[in-house]
């Protein structure tokens, strides 16, 4: 019963948010419970998109009554589902790494693989086949809500 009624707040930006729905998906939990965000990060894009405000508001927590009031529209708030997509880049080999890749990481050669065995004939020569057999590079992400490619958080 309480799964099922269970709701999370994260407190951060969309990093923060976006760590939290990873591990949620990597637990795997059924049924996945609803994230709120109390914006704490730089540009709370997400926050934004779904009015839970642009910024951190003082009032939230100013005291037990605000506290209460916080955590009452959490538990009363709409539920929206959001997308999530997973991005594999296959590189031809390591010079092509960038030295941060922030929500990217690095598939292991025995992951590789593993994720080769599981193409069909046809895709044996396509990736992430090819990187395997041939010493390339296989980063991977999850991601909700947009993609992005760096420059905004590098801006951050």
Not at 39 to 47: K, R
Not at 95 to 119: D, F, G, I, N, R
Request: hydrophobic share 40%; proline share 6%; with cysteine.
């Amino acid at each position: 019963m309480v799964r099922k009624q269970l709701r999370i707040l994260a407190c951060g930006g969309d990093g923060t948010v976006a760590w939290i729905m990873k591990v949620i998906h990597q637990m795997d939990l059924k049924p996945q419970p609803p994230v709120a965000i109390m914006p704490l990060g730089t540009g709370n894009d997400l926050s934004r998109s779904f009015n839970w405000g642009a910024e951190f508001e003082w009032n939230w927590i100013k005291g037990h009554a605000s506290i209460y009031a916080t955590l009452k529209r959490v538990a009363d708030a709409r539920v929206t589902d959001l997308d999530c997509w997973r991005l594999r880049l296959t590189l031809p080999d390591t010079t092509y790494k960038p030295h941060k890749t922030y929500a990217l990481t690095e598939v292991s050669p025995q992951q590789q693989q593993q994720l080769a065995l599981q193409q069909t004939p046809q895709q044996l020569n396509t990736p992430p086949a090819a990187a395997a057999a041939g010493g390339g590079v296989v980063l991977e992400g999850m991601f909700w809500n947009y993609f992005s490619v760096g420059a905004d958080a590098q801006a951050a």
